[in-house]
């Protein structure tokens, strides 16, 4: 290196030379910092290196000259050659070499190394207005759970901004690590959600390779431990670049029945940082304590919707312990009441008051609002599906998930539980805190609104009643001839009650039948029903 | 005449259509229906019902009475179809010549719809339908007989609600007959072909007919007693159900040629 090379490094470095440097702050933690911040030296000389004298000062952002000193290096605090630092809470693991209450600030803030030679190393972070507070430009300010960390450790930009980055909180390893495998913590998935006891399943963890050297096959090994695991399984991880991401999928084998956690681990020759080699997923095999019996999606009175639950335990359970929500997940918390009693119904409303309003014959104190209520959508996408509806107790481990569809369903008709299938409701409004009514034969129906379309491209909305429960329903149109002139929807999966939307458009004016063709095991069933499209044709 | 009937589109009629099998030469709808004029001079009077695809708000009345004047014919026909959100009424006027060897007829009608009380003032105002059409038919032997039938030929206004096209068909046989019909296309389908046998045990007269796209069927029983006759169609087909037809006629037939 060149003497003005070393001048200009030197000018541009933020940290004074011969002595340790900033590596890592964590200054945010999730929730209550106490106890938990950091500040991470790293001594990256072949000598030992004194700190007394050392005084560790936090700034506070909104002002000049706000420095408070947190910290002084007593005769024996001292950091041997290339190893780390740290000073911090009494939360932080491992343990500190110092152990204090730094109270830093979440930004703009910074704090200031300083030497009792005058040296000065100064780490700023946030929009920060004051320049005192940081080194050429403030890092960036990180969200809750993450540190502000030198990367590569020996980084020299002349900059924090340039210097740090938002990373992992490794207190005490180096940031950017030779060796490092990773499992990203809850990143880690069951599929199925539900496995069956004695069943199989699939545990799909993510491994992060964050070091600096690449490895190979039969380098890395994945293992995974539970209470709902015969006997651990463990099997080679796949190679990994450095910085490279890859999801492995464990198969899992002859689950036992309950609720539990898988705890996943890497072990890689060499690692360097072992706090973050594991993962951990609570899940449960077989059915769960609760299971939802009847949704209403889309009430047609102002009664809000509602999910009916079952309490599948020979045992009172506490509802409060479950939460509920849709296909984002279970956010929705259950207000407190009464246990729910062994075998019995309760149903988790929208709007309780609303719902009892509608329905004074309801038990009050098995009606029970959820908050925040996760708005349970109408309409199918893409996959088929309209939305779920999700269970899963307030720890995350899973209860129940119905996916559901809406295609068919007329407003007002419930899904409910038939056995081990899901059905429209045939009775009206549904049966909240009572179980499914038998389906009874109904005349059958099948009616459009409106029967006369003024103009082309009119929505007509066909609606019809079945003699069964379940059935394949086709929407035909034929003309007065009794020529076939198109399909309108299906077949589609339908109830008792049923309702379809359909556009009409490119249809000359006349007269048409409308036909709605079911079918289902008992039989084949049919009706039809005129529409006029009116206009003058070309 | 019969460059009009090739260019006529698909076609809308049937608000005078009776229980008649196809082609007959006695048919007391066929001048309003189909603008083919009886062989036969007569003074008739006809009513018929039909009840379409077993929807009981889609049924269709009609009355009429024809005449005839050395070799002229002439009908006049009131129909009403449906229940008023849908359906309309019919005036029918049809006016044609014939021989025992041919005969070619205009027809004409006129429509409005049901969803408005009748008035003096709502006569007045536009709004109907009107189409004409014409037919014709010959004697291609003793006991052939092809015809053509394009009962829409021209529209104005609202547009017809129920669609049929242009009709070709050979009868062979008079009583005791054969016969043949096609349909011309519509849009989207290739058109429809019937074929159809009818035998007379006096006094009565059974006919059957089977027709494609879908395959599907008719059967009819006519008898006649003096001067009355009367008649009954069952169309089926195999989605829709059943379009059941009576008619009740009194004929009374005078030679053309005296």
């Known amino acids: 290196m060149s003497a003005l090379s070393l001048v200009v490094a030197v000018a541009l470095n933020c940290a004074p030379a011969g002595h340790p440097f900033v590596t890592e702050v964590y200054y945010d933690a999730p ?84 030497w009792p030679d005058g040296a000065t190393e100064v780490v700023g972070w946030g929009a920060l207005e004051f320049a005192e507070y940081y080194c050429g430009a403030p890092a960036p300010d990180v969200p809750g759970g993450s540190s502000l960390a030198r990367i590569p450790d020996r980084a020299s930009t002349g900059s924090n901004a340039g210097d740090f980055h938002p990373a992992e909180p490794t207190p005490g390893f180096a940031n950017q690590r030779s060796v490092d495998a990773t499992l990203l913590r809850h990143r880690s998935a069951l599929e199925p959600e539900q496995p069956s006891p004695g069943g199989s399943a699939t545990l799909e963890v993510v491994l992060v390779n964050a070091g600096a050297t690449a490895w190979g096959v039969d380098d890395a090994a994945l293992r ?72 209403q999606f889309h009430p047609a009175a102002a009664e809000g919707e509602w999910v009916e639950v079952r309490n599948t335990l020979h045992a009172p359970l506490a509802l ?23 075998d019995s119904l309760a149903v988790l409303a929208q709007d309780p008051t609303a719902l009892r309003m509608a329905y004074p014959a309801l038990d009050g104190t098995r009606v029970r609002r959820v908050s925040p209520w996760a708005a349970l959508n109408n309409s199918d996408d893409a996959t088929g599906l309209a939305d779920q509806v999700v269970l899963a107790e307030t720890d995350g481990v899973p209860v129940d998930r119905v996916g559901y569809s809406a295609s068919g369903i007329a407003a007002g008709v419930t899904l409910e539980r038939a056995g081990d299938t899901w059905r429209p409701s045939p009775t009206a409004g549904g049966t909240p805190l009572a179980p499914p009514r038998p389906v009874e034969p109904v005349a059958g129906g099948f009616r459009a609104d409106p029967r006369r379309l003024r103009t082309d491209g009119e929505t007509v909305n066909f609606a019809w009643e079945l003699p069964w429960g379940a059935a394949k329903v086709t929407l035909e149109l034929y003309d007065m001839e009794g020529h076939r002139q198109r399909r309108l929807a299906g077949p589609v999966d339908s109830g008792v009650h049923g309702e379809r939307p359909v556009t009409l458009d490119a249809l000359a004016p006349g007269l048409y039948l409308a036909v709605l063709r079911a079918e289902s095991a008992d039989g084949t069933f049919t009706r039809v029903t005129p529409l006029r499209v009116d206009g003058t044709r070309p | 005449m019969l460059a009009a009937l090739l260019l006529a589109r698909a076609a809308a009629a049937q608000d005078f259509s009776g229980a008649s099998p196809a082609g007959s030469t006695r048919a007391p709808d066929g001048l309003l229906d189909r603008a083919l004029p009886p062989a036969m001079a007569t003074i008739t009077a006809a009513a018929s019902q039909t009840r379409w695809w077993g929807l009981p708000d889609l049924e269709t009345r009609s009355v009429s009475v024809g005449g005839s004047f050395h070799s002229w014919r002439a009908a006049l026909g009131l129909s009403q179809t449906g229940e008023p959100e849908l359906g309309w009424t019919s005036l029918g006027l049809g006016f044609g010549a014939a021989s025992e060897r041919a005969g070619a ?148 037939e005078r030679r053309s040629h005296p």
């Open chain 2, 105 to 252: 007829g205009l027809r004409a009608c006129v429509r409005r719809d049901r969803d408005a009380p009748w008035s003096v003032a709502r006569a007045f105002t536009t709004g109907d339908g009107v189409e004409a059409g014409a037919g014709a038919w010959i004697m291609a032997g003793d006991a052939v007989r092809a015809w053509a039938s394009a009962p829409q030929v021209w529209t104005s206004g609202a547009s017809a609600p129920l669609v049929r096209p242009l009709e070709l068909g050979i009868r062979v046989g008079d009583v005791d007959a054969a016969w043949v019909r096609l349909l011309a296309p519509r849009a989207g389908d290739d058109g429809e072909r019937a074929l159809g046998v009818s035998l007379q045990v006096a006094p009565l007269q059974v006919w059957a007919e089977a027709r494609d796209a879908p395959l599907r069927g008719s059967v009819g029983l006519s008898a006649a007693v003096a001067a009355l006759r009367v008649a009954a169609r069952i169309d089926a087909h195999p989605v829709l159900g059943e379009t059941v037809r009576l008619s009740l006629a009194w004929a009374r």
């Open chain 1, 224 to 295: 995974v431990t539970s209470e709902l695991l015969g006997a651990p399984v463990s099997l080679n991880a796949p190679a990994v670049a450095p910085g490279e991401t890859t999801r492995v999928s464990i198969p899992l084998a002859v689950l036992r029945e309950g609720r539990g956690a898988f705890a996943a681990s890497v072990h890689l020759v060499g690692d360097e940082a072992s706090a973050n080699d594991a993962d951990t997923l609570l899940a449960r095999v077989g059915a769960g304590p609760l299971q939802v019996a009847e949704i």
């Open chain 1, 31 to 114: 929730g209550d910092d106490t106890g938990q911040e950091f500040v991470e030296l790293w001594n990256d000389s072949d000598s030992t290196r004194v700190l007394t004298g050392l005084r560790l000062q936090a700034g506070d952002g909104a002002g000049p000259g706000r420095w408070t000193t947190k910290w002084t290096g007593g005769p024996g605090d001292a950091v041997k050659p290339h190893s780390r630092f740290v000073i911090g809470g009494a939360a932080v693991s491992p343990r500190p070499d110092v152990v204090l209450t730094l109270d830093l600030q979440n930004g703009p803030d910074g704090f200031r190394l300083l």
């Open chain 1, 320 to 342: 409060e312990g479950f939460k509920l929500g849709d296909h984002a997940g279970a956010g929705g918390s259950i207000e407190a009441g009464p246990p729910l009693a062994a």
